[in-house]
């Protein structure tokens, strides 16, 4: 093999360990573990006030409203809870009819071994889903739960799940009383839906740099939807990452925003040396430093072939 043939062999080999220098960290799988009480009376959310997770519905689902908190009724509480909830802010409301109350939450893409602990005490019939599957043996009344966490893989999904009570009342009063613990091994967490049909804003800071659009608007269950591409002058463009300078890389396609957020871009400069790149959120390994010192080798070569 000719001299130049080897110095192109060595150049090539080095060009290929750099195309992988930069290897994304990768998030340790644990037990996350979501715990949702319906309903909680605090300093920060009074009586008759708005609960924090449940929206209800009283013409089929067509529409939806926060949840009331309505206080004590004579049925008592689910284990961690002090009060009921209804769809007007008294268990007086809502009398006579079919309600329908849900609480949203949203899985990683990759999970495993998915449990769900529930607790109910419904005023007077309910029938508990999740993703429309049911969960209670048909109409129950008073109080029902799970008997501990069971296996719900056959009715979760990644993306975002719904857990549905349709409640019948027969007069008197009316209202929910819940407990929910989902667990489940990922490497990210189970985020809870924000309150309301509100969609989810995502806006764009470019930092430095131009965007299209500064934002985009979620509707919760829609499919994922595009990222837009921004541009800076002399920069190239390493990504959207929840954070100005670290955070973690959100994908460019079918992007499933969780809650509100911000998204900004991350740029490198094409004469910084490899070593700074490798700072923008990926882990130096081994191929960057056999890259570089092949490089090195190369050139020493073909300097040491021109003096010769």
């Known amino acids: 093999m000719t001299f130049g043939r080897k110095l192109a062999a060595i150049l090539l080999l080095c060009l ?29 959310h009074a009586l008759g006030s708005e609960d924090l997770y449940t929206e209800t519905s009283t013409d089929g689902g067509v529409t939806w409203h926060p949840a009331y908190l309505v206080g004590e009724h004579p049925w008592g509480f689910v284990e961690g809870t002090n009060s009921w909830l209804n769809c007007g802010p008294s268990l007086e409301d809502c009398l006579g009819q079919t309600s329908l109350y849900r609480y949203r939450f949203h899985v990683p893409d990759t999970y495993s071994s998915p449990t769900l602990d529930a607790a109910f005490i419904v ?69 809870v839906a924000p309150r309301g049909s509100e969609p989810i804003q995502v806006s764009y800071n470019a930092n430095g740099g131009s965007v299209s659009k500064l934002s985009d608007l979620y509707n919760i269950g829609d499919p994922g939807f595009n990222l837009p591409t921004p541009q800076r002058l002399g920069m190239i463009f390493l990504g959207w990452f929840t954070d100005p300078v670290e955070g973690q890389q959100v994908w460019d396609t079918n992007y499933v925003p969780a809650s509100t957020s911000t998204l900004y871009a991350h740029w490198s400069d094409p004469g910084i040396s490899a070593f700074e790149l490798a700072n923008t959120g990926g882990n130096v390994t081994w191929p960057l430093v056999a890259g570089l010192s092949c490089i090195s080798v190369g050139l020493v070569l073909a300097l040491r072939r021109r003096q010769n």
């Not at 889903?129 to 999904?157: C, F, K, Y």
């Open 16 to 44: 290929s360990a750099l195309g992988f220098y930069v290897v994304p960290a990768s998030a340790e799988v644990s037990t996350q573990t979501v715990t949702i009480l319906g309903g909680v009376i605090d300093e920060t």
């Open 123 to 191: 005023d007077n019939l309910g029938v508990i889903t999740l993703n429309g599957t049911e969960i209670s043996p048909g109409q129950v009344a008073g109080n029902w739960n799970t008997g501990g966490p069971i296996d719900v893989a056959s009715m979760l999904h990644s993306g975002w799940n719904e857990l549905q009570v349709t409640l019948v009342d027969q007069g008197g009063l009316a209202g929910i009383n819940y407990r929910l613990v989902l667990s489940l091994q990922a490497a990210e967490e189970v985020i």
